[in-house]
């Protein structure tokens, strides 16, 4: 079964400081994509980052970054100089693409991070 | 240009009444996800549509529920005898065509708040 597993349902961090919130999954394909969406207050859903299971450099953008582990099936995503805007949900989410070419997504239950002034 | 939206943002509704959420894609998406997110939970995969293909059906809970795309665009979420239970935000994205080997960014919209008494 594919499976995406977040094991801490809500994190604190102080503002400026780093944070890191983990994410594991399960799956036996090979080639699949990995993905942190940020949900605010307002619900809307929004890509953070992604990374793709075939490239061993972790994905990075600006202080968002991840610690991609393929064989330990994990998938933390750093938030460096934590600043206000940042607390929301955070989800971890699995894509594979299907045979017929379309896209499947497993999510995860969610960390809710609190950033404190 | 303008995102995927949905509507209505919020509704209540009473046990055993049918409802309709709609949703808007992205001009030119042909690809567009219905997902269910309910207190504590990730979000649940419903219903997948395709350009003209078959949709997939495959995480519909009930034969309560059901989901039609007309021309390719517009879409809308039918519960039927809702129950307390479907109380949940009810989340529709788009993206563009996948394809084999390919990645497609998700859009999200603002949800639709569902409550049932």
């Known amino acids: 079964a594919q499976t995406v597993t977040q094991s801490q349902p809500e994190m604190s961090v102080q503002e400026a400081e780093t944070v890191t919130l983990s994410c594991t999954y399960d799956?036996?394909?090979?080639?699949?994509?990995l993905f942190w969406y940020k949900q605010p207050p307002s619900r809307q859903m929004i890509l953070v980052i992604r990374?793709?299971?075939?490239?061993?450099q972790n994905a990075t953008e600006n202080r968002f970054s991840v610690n991609f582990q393929k064989a330990a099936k994990s998938f933390s995503l750093k938030i460096s100089d934590s600043q206000l805007g940042d607390a929301a949900m955070y989800f971890c989410?699995?894509?594979?693409?299907?045979?017929?070419?379309?896209?499947?997504?497993?999510f995860g239950t969610g960390t809710r991070l609190k950033v404190l002034a | 240009g303008a995102g995927v939206s949905q509507s209505p943002s919020n509704k209540v509704t009473e046990k055993g009444k049918d409802v309709e959420l709609r949703c808007d894609p992205i001009?030119?998406?042909?690809?567009l996800y219905w997902y269910r997110q309910s207190l504590g939970q990730g979000l649940e995969f419903l219903i997948y549509?395709?350009?003209?293909?078959?949709?997939?059906k495959s995480g519909l809970p009930s034969d309560r529920f059901s989901a039609e795309r007309t021309g390719g665009s517009v879409s809308t979420l039918t519960i039927q005898r809702t129950q307390q239970e479907d109380s949940a935000v009810y989340l529709c994205?788009?993206?563009?065509?996948?394809?084999?080997?390919?990645?497609?960014?998700?859009?999200f919209g603002p949800g639709t708040r569902l409550t049932v008494l």
């Open positions: 994205a788009s993206s563009l065509a996948g394809r084999a080997g390919g990645w497609n960014e998700q859009f």
């Open positions: 799956t036996s394909e090979s080639d699949y994509y």
């Open positions: 990374q793709e299971a075939y490239k061993q």
């Open positions: 989410a699995y894509g594979i693409t299907t045979t017929s070419g379309t896209y499947k997504y497993i």
């Open positions: 001009s030119g998406h042909t690809a």
């Open positions: 549509f395709q350009g003209n293909s078959a949709p997939d």
